[in-house]
């Protein structure tokens, strides 16, 4: 018994023995599969190889150890069940062989059908089928079709031409008018193409069949078109992907039989009721590869009202069960209902609010996991524009409404265009008659896609919305040829780079370029719209969520903000103050003359009638958003930028000097300002004089803008309203540097404030790496930090912030040194280090020290949820971003503290 006890490994899960929370050993696919039949929910029977095993067959090319005896022993089990043998010649059991990773990569990887079928079996499958000659050879030539373009790369075109040839000899394009003979035939035909390419015969033993197709489902793990689409959809490279060995049932029996897709809800709109697609006398895949167009699912009531019924119930169940929109995958095989899978839907970003609003009414859900359903990169999306359409534009095709938002851009025809162009900086459409899963690199590309054949579920449907892309699918009035770089509609020819709009939500198709308006959510967010009387089932549904958000968060979300108008509309959606306000902004247009004065005066009278000229104009600046800001803080930061930019361009100036010299012109004022620019060139302008070290080096400067704050807020105060100001020093690397302009800021504000009610606080940005190693000191000098993550970053990966992005990042994603820019989303490991460092020291030093970031993160969804995590007080962002922060900042409580601890 003893030596008994060291069992294998577990490879292999019967449905039986699964469950949904199992979707990392199992796969979504899996896990659901054994969920529902543990429900009681006709599922076939099967069972499931575990990403652990696909892991270990990647990692060393071979099964592991053991797993051909559980297939062994799990097949014996199905066979048991289902009372039938693998390819048994007089009633063969037959199986498909399907991939099924954690997250759904739709069309991704890879699905063989029917294996077990050859020479023999097919008869016996035929009698099975009471003498259906013609579903049996269907059946096997979709298996070496199949099986010979997955698991040995047998070219796909060359069965396609085989079929076309076969239809074309029977004059006929219509797959359904090949009869049993012909199908014959082209089994003949598809086993030769089988052996030219791969010198061998097709396989006959089912075991075999069954071996190479579950190693080919591992190895399509790594197939070029899933590891751009993880890429894409930022899915980890490292998961594997489970399979599933599932007793076949068939669609394409006959008129009483088909297959379809089912949601519980609309995935587009989020609407209630029935949303599917059916296809009769078909297999799944059918549909799915959009080849043949659908029937919408109520028509199966008519059909079939028994199934029909049934899967009404069952899918009531499942969303009752999941507490979510489902999405069903069914066959009826002779009035048989079975389902094939489920799981919680894709949905565009309106259902995704709207559908969590509905199961809060439900009593399904309460307000927190509402929260956690929706993200702010589907926020983001609704805030985009849509098309504004008057009398002088109409629709010349109508298709389906496959992803919505609005896109206009040049017509391609293939993927390759369609990125060479985007690479042009075009915006592109691209055009197809179906798209498959080569076509990714194009629809990544693409500003939106149109296709004219194929439904809701059809690829180019389900990737889209995936990608949040806009899709019309399925507008099957456009001829499109793709061969001729053209497709004709309405009587017009549109050929390639002429400029076409599609409406993904209504499916409509423009020619020319449509005008956009802004989304109901921005009006919304605007104040335009009455929160009591919203009419707008998405609308509604965002300032319920949104207002749960608010009540949760404890993060405050400011905004970075250098104008009256920014910070007016900030405010509007949501800001609660001004966490950056870059006063070099002002500096720039028609005041840059006096700041080229100040910074190239020779004399202290030079210099001090620059300052003296720009002192009321910054005031004005700084009363407009003082007023604005009203009873809010408004973090004015000291002007920071390199000094290049407040200077001409040394080549420009040198070359205009040169040509002016060359005609005899007086040039000396050139020539003085060309030499203060050579004395004043830098190398690395980034790492050069700028923030406080441009503050100490040029005297009266930091004094003037000190002086501007201090003044404005006193004349704001004075006219009743209430200025917070925050005095913010850029670029501080050592405590020393920032006493140095404190001390004279103080003198200048205690002179100006005096009685006013007016406080002024003093703080510094944090993004000198050497500045939050040395928090601990710096807090003792400032009132409050903020984080500069822009510069932060910059300075501790030593990357050049405006070189590199374009430079080789690519290559760094490629090569997943990183998945996403470091100046996107937070480096944790790295940069977040040094943030978390001098949040902890510097609130070691100044208890309640106030905490804020304003560097790009303070918008990004997944750097709020790390800001939360670290403590700070409020992340600032662009005024478009604050509601995207508002809704992670109170996401960020939910899922790190847990709904408890509120
Ligand atoms: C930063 O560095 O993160 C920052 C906010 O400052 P700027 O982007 O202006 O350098
Ligand atoms: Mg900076």
Known sequence: MAAQETVD?????????????????????????????????????????????????????????????????HLSSLESAMGKRLGDPQDPLLVSVRSGAKFSMPGMMETVLNVGLNDRSVVGLSAQAGGNDRFAWDSYRRLIQMFGKTVCEVPGEEFEHALDDAKRAKGTTNDLDLDAEDLRGLVDSYKKIFSKHTGREFPQEPR??????????????????????????????????AVNVVAMVFGNLGPDSGTGVAFTRDPGSGAQGIYGDYLANAQGEDVVAGIRNTVPLQELEQLDKKSYDQLLAFMARLEEHYKDLCDIEFTIERGKLWMLQTRVGKRTAAAAFVIAGQLVDEGLIDLDEALHRVNGAQLAQLMFPRFQLDHEFQPVAKGIGASPGAASGKVVFTSARAVELAGEGESVIL???????????GMIASKGI???????????????????????????????????????????????????????TTGKVYLGEVPVMPSEVVQYFEGSVD?????????????????????????????????????????????????????EHMFLGDRRELVERLILARTDDERDGALAALLPLQRADFEEIFREMDGLPVTVRLIDPPLHEFLPPLEQLAVNVAVAQERGEDVAKEEALLAAVRRMHEENPMLGLRGVRLGLVIPGLFAMQVRAIAEAAVTVARGGAVAKPEIMVPLVGAVQ???????????????????????VLIGTMIEVPRAALTAGQIAEAAQFFSFGTNDL?????????????????????????????????????GVGRLVRIAAEEGRAARPGLKLGVCGEHGGDPDSVHFFHEVGLDYVSCSPFRVPVARLEAGRAVIETDGSDSR
């Open 9 to 73: 490994h577990k490879y292999v899960y019967d449905f039986a023995e699964g469950n949904m929370d199992l979707k990392d050993l199992l796969g979504g696919k899996g896990a659901n599969l054994a969920e529902m039949t543990n429900l009681g929910l006709p599922v076939p029977p099967g069972f499931t190889i575990t990403t652990e095993a696909c892991k270990a067959y990647l990692a060393t090319g071979e099964e592991p150890d053991g797993l051909a005896g559980q297939i062994a022993a």
């Open 208 to 241: 075999e069949q069954l071996d190479l197709a579950i190693r080919a489902v591992f190895e399509s793990w790594n197939a070029d078109r899933a590891v751009l689409y993880r890429r894409q959809e930022r899915i980890p490279a490292d998961l594997g992907t």
């Open 431 to 441: 055009v197809r008659r179906e798209t498959n899963p080569d076509d990714l690199n």
């Open 450 to 504: 149109l296709t004219s054949r194929g439904g809701k579920t059809s690829h180019a449907a389900v990737v889209a919305r995936g990608m949040g892309k806009t899709c019309v699918s399925g507008a099957d009035e456009l001829e499109v040829n793709v061969p001729a770089k053209k497709f004709t509609v309405a009587g017009q020819t549109v050929t390639e780079g002429d400029i076409v709009s599609i409406d993904g």
């Open 531 to 583: 929160p009591e009387h919203i009419d707008n089932a998405l609308v509604r549904a965002v300032h319920r969520i949104m207002t749960h958000a608010d009540a949760t968060r404890r993060l405050a979300v400011r905004t970075n903000a250098d104008t009256g108008a920014d910070a007016a509309r900030a405010r509007r959606f949501g800001a609660e103050g001004i966490g950056l306000c870059r006063t």
């Open 737 to 759: 540097e920032l006493e140095t302009v404190r001390a004279e800021a103080e003198k200048i504000i205690a002179e100006v404030v005096r009685d006013s009610g007016v406080e």
């Open 793 to 829: 970053t910059q300075m501790a990966w030593g990357f050049s912030r405006d070189d590199v992005e374009g430079a080789f990042f690519w290559r760094y994603l490629e090569l997943g040194i990183f998945g996403i820019s470091p100046f996107e989303s937070i480096d944790r490991d």
